[in-house]
């Protein structure tokens, strides 16, 4: 199902290619959030910009290496591009916006589709669909029982970290989910040791999901 390989394009010419169309889409995401979602404070500042320019790119760049030209890949492109312009929302706002994370669900789940009608098999798109379901109930029941640790912004963004996820595997899925919780944990003892305990430290957990997401489809897919 996956292959790593650029036929009929010199594999680096591809990639860096790629690389560089991810970070021009980041400043106009950027000014398409800014206009549409007025109530998050307008556009960042220049060195956020640069960032989130460079963390897309990298990651677009990283999708189209591990990939290669197939036709899921616009799918991690999309997720790329969102899922920064998310994770940088979250880590400065602690906010998750509905418009966005739906988009991810519904712009990831019409471009994971596509490829059914191609190459690959319709079971790969049922059990995406099953990821999202399944991952979305697991944060719901998280949240429920701790809502101080899980919002319900992290609850909506597990719909589309599971679809992306299992359109990838079930195990994928699985690790995909437990290394969220991992990494925020990480993020977590890092700033409580910088700020010293007395300091309140309060972690969005939206960045962890969306990079363990993007770690799991790079090495373990």
Known sequence: ?????????PGWLWVVGIGLVGAALSPLAEVLISKRLPRLGGLPGLPARITTAALTGLTCAAFALRFGITSFLPAFLFLAVLGVQLARIDAALHLLPNPLVLMLLAGG???????????SPTQDFARALLGAVILFAGYLILGLISPG????????????IGLYLGYLGWAPLLYGGLLGFI???????????????????????????????????????
């Open 149 to 160: 640790a899980i919002g319900m912004g992290d609850v909506k963004l597990a719909a589309p």
């Open 183 to 221: 990494l925020n944990g990480l993020v977590t003892i890092i700033l409580v040791a910088l700020k010293g305990r007395n300091k309140t430290t309060e972690v969005a957990h939206g960045p962890s999901m969306l990079a363990a997401a993007a770690a799991t489809a790079l090495l373990l897919a």
């Open 1 to 9: 199902m996956f292959t790593t390989g650029h036929e009929g394009l």
């Open 109 to 119: 789940g019409l471009l994971l589709l596509f490829p059914g009608f191609l190459s």
